[in-house]
């Protein structure tokens, strides 16, 4: 006769079962098919079913009995104890006391966080604190009865399970793969799965490179309380370059800091030490200002490249505070760079930027609509003096603009749509060591440029049974000075671009010193189709007709003339797996100025992404050469565990590969490896063209992160 008892006062219950921490009451139920308590020995006996619960914790045996004299227990088996941090205790017999504190399991299998399991012929549990596995066999692999060797253990003489410090620690350990011995240690410790952050190594990684030859990175990360952290990386090379790498990141309560750096000492170049040092941070400063910092500085212009820290050619240590509000935006940025390319002169170049602007946007009460107030300072500073090598070269340049815009939109009964929009810009520019033309120098001077515009759009909605259809044309008029002053030396204007994002744009040039000048119509119309099979097309054509072609623009950009070349831009999206983006900008005979694709693809067996760029030669945006790239990466699922990647860059003027690279990865439930090969084809004075291999090796249940999910999970058969 089934039987159950409430309310027991069981002093089992005063721990989880699972050696976890002690719960803060005594209560449990007690549930078995008989249930006999002999008054006079304190004695109770529980067979047939028996299930213990107690704030989350169920233990389930055989039979239970309870010494209330000599206060312990005797459990056979089969025993299951489950709480819910998702530990599992299994065991064939135990013996403990009443409050569970301290005792002997046999045959004892113990599951943390559903990752890693530990297998000992005896379990001791002391002080409530410490669990003791003896002749241990720990992984996080699945083990089937066909198969019972799994892809990697660790064997131990004693294992001891800290529950406080939710450590563990091996003795006279040995890591086997595939039942094979691959590394042995007298002592070992590892965070337990529940564990999201704990100072020790990480996983290592070997790389070869031609240049430094094979090495070892062994990362040890250090906690720093809850709120800051550090991550050293020493690296030694076969051919003797030693490298220190650093990372710390720390959180405060009003913002956050993360300090990237490595200092190396190597043979390959005359520097007796190379560094770099990244940092960034990101700060709320009151009143609704974000305030930022970035640093970057590089002891050598090929470290960063050699070293894989980064393939960045220019780089740029800034600091700026902001406040974006709904009517107003506030910013002020102030901006270091230094270029790492060969054809560059630091000295020469625009290394100091700084910028403040304000924004405010409000509604006329007389007129309506929207407008917007603009007020903004700009300068640049060179570090060269004019002398008779570098006329023009060491201009230095502050720019004051202030601009005012106003638009409002009609909307007739039939759908159709009619704005207005004007707007002037003044620019005044304040120039030390001006440029120097044969004809002219560029000095201090003012700029007004006025516009104004007038627009027609009609969009047109169709609604199907298969798809909902938009047409909208558009007609903007655009009247402007129908001449160019030439009175400013242009630097900040030069890479013009014509997309559908600027085509109704007053001016496509992107900076102030040259602002779009002449009458003109933008035309253009947008498709869209939208399929309920969740499928959708967009498309765009548009083309600009001038009164007159004022030679503002080069041919490249399709912008030149008086009547543009088509920008045609596509898109095709269907669903979350694909998307394909196509823009070019041709002439009437098909001659292409510029072509760009981008493709995206993915699915539960592969991923594919590509790009493709054809860009005319421009002298005037230094580019001497016509330029025709693909850049593409792949990646296969070959099986289950196998993935296969790939990436390629190939330049099709000079029909050679850029840049190339090949990857495996296997991955299960308990273990992730990944080796790549990689080639970097191309050469300068500061790099040499190498070949990076690398390999990392991780395994699962040390830790909070897991690997994988179910997809990768091995089955086992039968």
């Known amino acids: 006769m089934r039987a159950a008892l409430f309310g027991l006062l069981l002093a089992a219950s005063a721990a989880a079962p699972s050696f976890g921490q002690q719960q803060a009451t005594d209560t449990a139920s007690l549930v078995a098919d008989n249930v006999v308590f002999a008054n006079g020995t304190q004695e109770l006996r529980a067979s047939g079913n028996v299930e213990v619960l107690q704030d989350g914790v169920r233990l389930r045996a055989q039979s239970i009995t309870y010494n209330g004299t000599t206060d312990t227990l005797v459990v056979t088996g089969p025993i299951y104890i489950i709480d819910d941090s998702d530990t599992l205790v299994a065991a064939e017999f135990a013996e403990l006391s009443g409050d569970l504190q301290s005792g002997v399991l046999k045959s004892a299998r113990v599951v943390y966080a559903r990752q890693l399991q530990l297998a000992a012929a005896e379990v001791r549990r002391t002080e409530g604190r410490y669990t003791q596995f003896y002749k241990t066999v720990a992984s996080s692999c699945y083990i089937c009865e066909s198969n019972p060797t799994p892809l990697w253990e660790i064997r131990s003489k004693r294992v001891v399970h800290d529950a406080k410090e939710r450590q563990i620690y091996f003795d006279e350990a040995s890591l086997r793969v595939l ?45 720093l309380g809850d ?19 650093a990372r710390y990141r720390q959180k405060f309560s009003r913002g956050e800091i993360e300090l990237n750096g490595a200092v190396t000492d190597d043979n390959l170049t005359n520097i007796n030490t190379r560094s770099y040092l990244f940092a960034d941070g990101t700060f709320a400063v009151g009143r609704g200002f974000t305030g930022k910092f970035d640093v970057e500085v590089v002891s050598d212009p090929g470290y960063l490249l050699l070293y894989g820290y980064s393939d960045k050619d220019i780089l740029d240590s800034a600091i700026s505070v902001d406040r974006a509000q709904r009517d107003e935006y506030i910013g002020a940025e102030l901006i270091h ?11 020469t170049l625009p290394t100091i930027v700084g910028d403040a602007t304000y924004i405010r946007r409000f509604t006329p009460s007389m007129i309506g609509g929207i407008a917007t107030l603009t007020a903004q300072a700009h300068g640049h500073y060179r570090r060269a003096d004019n002398d008779a090598t570098n006329t023009g070269l060491a201009r ?31 620019d005044g520019y304040k120039i030390r060591q001006p440029s120097v033309t044969p004809t002219r120098t560029f000095d201090d001077t003012v700029e007004v440029t006025p516009y104004a515009m007038l627009e027609w759009r009609w969009p047109m909605l169709r609604q199907g ?17 129908n001449s160019v002053s030439g009175e400013v030396d242009n630097e900040d204007s030069l890479l013009a671009e014509f997309d559908e994002a600027n085509i109704f744009e007053f001016s496509r040039a992107p900076g102030a010193d040259a602002r779009e000048q002449g009458n003109r119509i933008n035309l253009g119309v947008t498709y869209t189709r939208e399929s309920h099979s969740d499928w959708k097309l967009g498309l765009t054509v548009g083309r600009i007709l001038r009164r007159d072609d004022l030679g503002q623009f080069s041919a490249s950009t399709g912008l030149s003339g008086s009547k543009s070349d088509w920008l045609v831009a596509a898109q095709l999206k269907v669903g979350d797996n694909f998307d394909l983006i196509n823009r070019a900008v041709f002439d009437d005979q098909f001659s292409f100025a510029r072509n760009e694709m981008r493709m995206g693809w993915t699915t539960d067996t592969f991923q594919l992404a590509s790009t493709f760029a054809w860009l005319e030669a421009d002298p005037t945006e230094d580019r001497l050469t016509d330029t025709s790239e693909l850049a593409f990466e792949g990646a296969y699922r070959v099986s289950r565990h196998w993935t296969l990647s790939s990436e390629l860059r190939y330049d099709f003027v000079n029909d050679r590969t850029t840049e190339a690279g090949l990857g495996v990865s296997y991955q299960n439930e308990c273990a992730k490896m990944d080796l790549s090969v990689s080639r970097r084809f191309t050469t300068s004075t500061s790099v040499s063209a190498t070949t990076d291999i690398n390999l990392s090796v991780q395994l699962a249940g040390f830790g909070a992160r897991g690997i994988g999910g179910a997809s990768f999970a091995r089955q086992c058969n039968g």
Do not use: C, I
């Open 179 to 223: 039942g094979v011995p691959v590394f042995y240690t007298p002592y070992l410790r590892l965070p337990d799965p529940t564990v999201k952050r704990a100072s020790g190594f990480l996983v290592p990684e070997v790389r070869s490179n031609g240049d430094l030859g094979v090495g070892v990175r062994t990362p040890y990360f250090f906690t």
């Open 227 to 245: 709120h800051a952290d550090l991550t050293l990386t020493p690296w030694l090379t076969s051919k003797g370059a030693k490298t220190l790498e």
């Open 337 to 347: 760079y230094k270029s790492l390319r060969d054809q560059d002169d630091n000295r």
């Open 396 to 426: 230095d340049v502050v720019r004051l603009t202030t601009s005012a815009e106003w638009r409002r939109d009609w909307v007739w009964k039939n759908g159709m749509m009619f704005a207005a929009e004007g707007a002037v810009f003044v």
């Open 465 to 481: 049974v298969l798809a909902n259809h938009l047409l909208e044309p558009v007609v903007q008029l655009v009247m402007a000075k």
